[in-house]
């Protein structure tokens, strides 16, 4: 009868053992099948070299970040009138070549990095002393111009000559087209007014004879002219 009872009781014991070892093999399984999961979710990152493979071929092509603009605060000072800048006292616009304008034309300013092409409202203006005894000298001329545009709230984008190899990138005959009379051979100061419902740059280059030019491009929009012709304005023709 003992040995029955022992020997129910050795069944029972192994019956144990074996539903430990079976519970303890399905946890592993159980492990075994969710680690896969994990390495899924870090996989996600994946696509990061996308971006790295588009900064390669932007450095390929030979461009780098240009200026930002909206790293400009906004001002609200009165400009004032187009062409929102006058001329130095004692300075004159002599002959009528040294003043042009146009409702829509293209300005080159540089930024101290590239070429930037600003599209919009434009006047380009060429000053002289009325009386050359009584001229301004460069420093006077570029700082009258530095402390007001400080006050209508610019900043100053760039204040050197543009370098020979960006102008090329853009052509020589391109940008001296589009210059307003600003020479390549000297420090051009470029600033930019950024308001609500404006984009004014302003461009002042002195020269040795004491004369300077003095550009303002406010960027807009071209307005369209030209259009088809109606069989009504052909009779009038």
Partial sequence: MKQTILSVACLAAL????????????????????????????????AAPAAATATEETAATGTTATFDLNSVPVSSANLGTWPYLSRLKGYEIRY????TGFD??????????????????????????????????????QRNYENLLKDLGAVKVSGVEIPEETIKKIGE???????????????????????????????????????????VTERAAMSQQAGVVGATELKKN
């Fill in 173 to 215: 005959s391109e940008y001296r087209k589009h210059s307003g009379g600003l020479s390549i051979y000297g420090p051009v100061d470029t600033y930019v007014i950024r308001q609500k419902d404006k984009e004014v740059w302003v461009q002042v280059q002195t020269s040795s004879d004491n004369q300077y030019k003095l550009n």
């Fill in 96 to 99: 009528d070549s040294d003043s």
């Fill in 15 to 46: 019956g144990s053992a074996a539903l430990v070892g079976c519970k303890a093999k399905t946890a592993e399984a159980s492990e075994t099948t969710e680690a896969p999961v994990t390495t899924t979710t870090e996989a996600a990152p994946a």
């Fill in 104 to 141: 829509f034309d293209r300005t080159y300013v540089y930024d101290g990095k590239n070429i930037i092409p600003v599209e919009g409202k434009i006047v380009r203006r060429s000053f002289r002393p009325a009386d050359s005894e009584k001229a301004a000298s460069e420093l006077m001329i």
